[in-house]
């Protein structure tokens, strides 16, 4: 999301046929919407804006924001911001979001600004506008979001690795409360944004296959949010450590973790994941999961209890976590490492890769 921001004397932008949309002092905003931009960068960016303390003090240095010389903000979508000119002589669109997404954030964006005290007047979204102001200094300034280090990005390319990854559909909302899968995301660099599901499938069923079972519960996580959302491609996760048939998931205390680890040391058990991608509105798009094959060192008691005293098997399937002290406990995989740690990343961009197909 691009915005450029301009101190001024007095703006307004005139519509045929309406009232013109006036300003005195304060802050011009053109503001663009990338594809792939979300919510999050709407409001990082609105922030932005009414923080910038841009206005000279009385010995004429910047020193003085929006509210301390009682400003208002003008508003004005501008697509144009995100034109490639760099081949050929007439710009390229394509990095600019579809209309109506675009649309959506830039009201967004709005309704940020108008969380403060300070009056915002706007044009009108994919109208004809002529914009009239006096830049005061001159004084402009760029804002990209693509350069905000709290965005989920990596190495700045966040597009080729959703392209890479095969979401071209996102914006991705992961419905899930694991911190691991969405860590997963963040050092990817996919662009995401993190809903807690309400429904999570309320347990294994007697005698149900524990790969169904895992589907069945990334599925009702998946749909319980994204029966909500208006936007998006939703991702449920759920992942079960699975011992001779037992599935052993997470431990209701320290004495089952204690009691899961005693029975895994030594041994090879299987990690399954199931995966699901919903549409907005609640649509199941597809779904499948993933197995690995784990095989734990053989440990003494005192190791085994040493380990539970950190504390961190306490939210984790089978009671460890190989990304973390629990990968001391693990002697060898058979499968995919990421599947371990609750998010199989080459399964998810095959899933990926058919809900575009399915969608076409």
């Known amino acids: 999301m691009m915005a450029v921001v301009q101190r001024v004397q007095r ?17 011009l905003i053109l503001l663009g919407v990338a594809r792939g931009d979300m919510d999050v ?8 804006c009414l923080s910038l303390r841009i206005f000279s003090d009385d010995e004429g240095r910047m020193n003085r924001s929006l509210g301390d010389v009682g400003g208002e903000l003008l508003v004005v979508s501008q697509f144009t911001l995100l034109g490639d000119c760099i081949k050929g002589r007439r710009p390229s669109w394509s990095k600019a979001a579809d209309p109506g ?7 967004h ?17 994919q109208a004809k506008m002529e914009v009239d102001s006096v830049n005061d200094g001159p004084v402009t300034l760029l804002i990209d979001s693509r350069e905000w280090k709290g ?4 190495s700045g390319k966040p597009q080729q690795v959703e392209t890479l990854l095969g979401l071209r559909r996102g914006p991705l909302l992961l419905a899930s409360r694991s911190p691991r899968r969405a860590r997963l995301l963040e050092m990817l660099g996919v662009r995401f944004e993190t809903r ?13 296959d524990p790969a169904r079972y895992v589907e069945r519960q990334a599925e009702t996580k998946a ?7 208006r936007r998006g491609l939703i991702l449920g996760a759920d992942t079960v450590v699975v011992l001779e048939g037992e599935v052993l998931e997470k431990p209701s205390g320290p004495e089952e973790a204690l009691s899961h680890l005693r029975r895994l040391t030594g041994r090879e058990h299987e990690v399954i994941t199931g995966l699901c991608l919903a549409g907005a509105g609640g649509k199941r798009l597809v779904s499948g999961h993933e197995l690995s094959r784990v095989r734990m060192s053989a440990l003494d008691e005192e190791s085994l209890q040493a380990y539970v005293r950190t504390g961190e098997p306490l939210d984790k399937a089978g009671a460890y976590g190989i990304q973390g002290i629990g990968g001391m406990l693990v002697a060898g995989i058979s499968g995919c490492y990421f599947n371990v740690m609750g998010l199989p990343l080459a399964r998810l ?4 890769l058919a809900a575009e197909s399915t969608a076409r």
Do not use: M, N
Request: hydrophobic residues 40%.
């Open 151 to 154: 965005r989920k990005s990596h």
């Open 349 to 352: 961009r095959a899933l990926l």
């Open 41 to 48: 960068e709407a409001e990082w960016l609105a922030r932005k």
């Open 109 to 125: 964006f709005v309704a940020e600004l108008r969380r403060a005290p300070h009056r915002v007047a706007t044009g009108v979204f």
């Open 196 to 208: 807690v599901p309400d429904e999570d499938g309320c347990g294994r069923q007697p005698g149900e």
């Open 11 to 27: 703006a307004e932008v005139r519509i045929a046929g309406r009232e013109p949309a006036r300003i005195g002092r304060g802050l």
């Open 101 to 107: 997404e675009a649309d959506r954030l830039y009201e």
């Open 223 to 229: 749909l319980s949010v994204a029966r909500k959302e």
